[in-house]
């Protein structure tokens, strides 16, 4: 069934040989990227051994009930046992998305409903960090504009792993499925008749670029600076520290006013490109191979509602897979997994059912 995972274990023990060598260290680029394919085959090897194995051992203990009817039991357990093991070296086989293991820029914008959508931003920002903290990731808001009533018009954040990253665990694999529209459903706090009011905010998550996933002409760059508004320090309003970088070639902008140097603002804007970029450049990918990835909609323009937060029912539900859980209070402060895990999971399947 699985005869094509032997050209894996081969490759496995091939990695396994080259990471052995003193030698192959002294490139610690080409170290760190022979160590992440053997951290990806490892899970597939051990398990497709252990699969084999079963299947050994299941016809021997039917030639053992051939003649003591006791093995009966034993074949039925370890039948069992291989179909959990088939199942779960299916799912190993699954196409991964290059990009899992890598750190993510998410953005939250205010949509429709005014003061309202600004302060749902703001929820959505804390449950996000709030998840982060849960999870041990490291957050950064790179740059944000805020709302006279606290909450945010537009706020980015670098979410970062810490240490070795689990197959499957890494930020974007996780947070990839937020992108999209995020409509809530509460009493305003800027509503004194009590009415219920529906507002929306968009998420943008992009995976993080480095420099060598992006090469950028510094001639393809045009650089603005002008004086940054909103709360902040002396600087703001008196000096020309904001930058807005446009790539020309293909029109997307970054922009950051946080920090308090221009030259600090301009890396910062250039972060954000860069993870811009990268994004578009694989969308043009998956489009010209005919396999976008249905799990985000980049644009929040473009967007569908993904999900609706329904204060009065306390209830979350994810339209996408049709998850639904009446927990929204605890959802909003970090405890976000069982709700991404049904996406994960709807993914896999829709990818087991192509595969």
Not at 246 to 263: F, I, R
Request: hydrophobic share 35%; glycine share 6%.
């Amino acid at each position: 069934m699985f005869e094509a995972v032997d050209e894996l274990v081969a490759e496995h023990a091939d990695l396994e040989k080259k990471l052995a060598d003193p030698s192959v260290h002294a490139d610690q680029a080409n170290a760190r990227k022979l160590n992440k394919r053997y951290a990806e085959l490892t899970p597939i090897v051990a398990t497709y051994r252990s699969w084999k194995q079963t299947g050994d051992d299941v016809e021997t203990a039917r030639e053992f009930a051939v003649d003591d009817p006791d093995f009966a039991a034993e074949v039925k357990e370890l039948e069992k046992q291989r179909e959990q093991l088939t199942e779960k070296l299916r799912l190993l086989l699954v196409p991964r998305d290059p990009s899992d293991d890598k750190d993510v820029i998410l953005e939250i914008k205010a949509g429709a409903g005014g003061d309202e959508s600004a302060l749902f931003a703001g929820d959505l920002l804390r449950m996000y960090l709030r998840y982060a903290e849960r999870i041990g990731w490291k957050t950064e808001i790179i740059d944000a504009t805020e709302s006279e009533l606290g909450g945010y018009k537009d706020v980015q954040v670098a979410v970062k792993a810490r240490g070795q990253i689990e197959p499957g665990q890494g930020v974007w694999a996780r947070l990839k499925y937020e992108g999209g529209v995020h409509r809530v459903q509460r009493v305003p706090a800027t509503e004194s008749q009590g009415r219920i009011h529906t507002s929306a905010a968009g998420v943008l998550v992009t995976p993080e670029a480095e420099e060598v996933d992006v090469e950028i002409n510094p001639n393809d760059l045009r650089i603005d600076v002008y004086r940054s508004s909103g709360p902040g320090g002396q600087s703001v309003n008196t000096t020309d520290s904001a930058v807005r970088i446009t790539h020309l070639p293909t029109g997307v902008v970054a922009s950051c006013q946080n920090e308090k140097s221009q030259l600090q603002n301009k890396e910062q804007a250039l972060r954000i490109l860069r993870s811009r970029l990268l994004a578009a450049a694989q969308e043009e990918a998956e489009r010209e191979a005919a396999d976008a990835r249905r799990s985000q909609v980049r644009t929040v323009d473009r967007s569908e509602k993904i999900r609706t937060y329904n204060f009065p029912e306390n209830r979350i539900s994810d339209h996408r897979v049709g998850f639904k859980a009446y927990n929204l209070d605890q959802v909003l402060d970090g405890d976000l997994d069982p709700v991404i895990q049904a996406c994960v999971d709807a993914d896999s399947a829709a990818k087991l059912a192509a595969a």
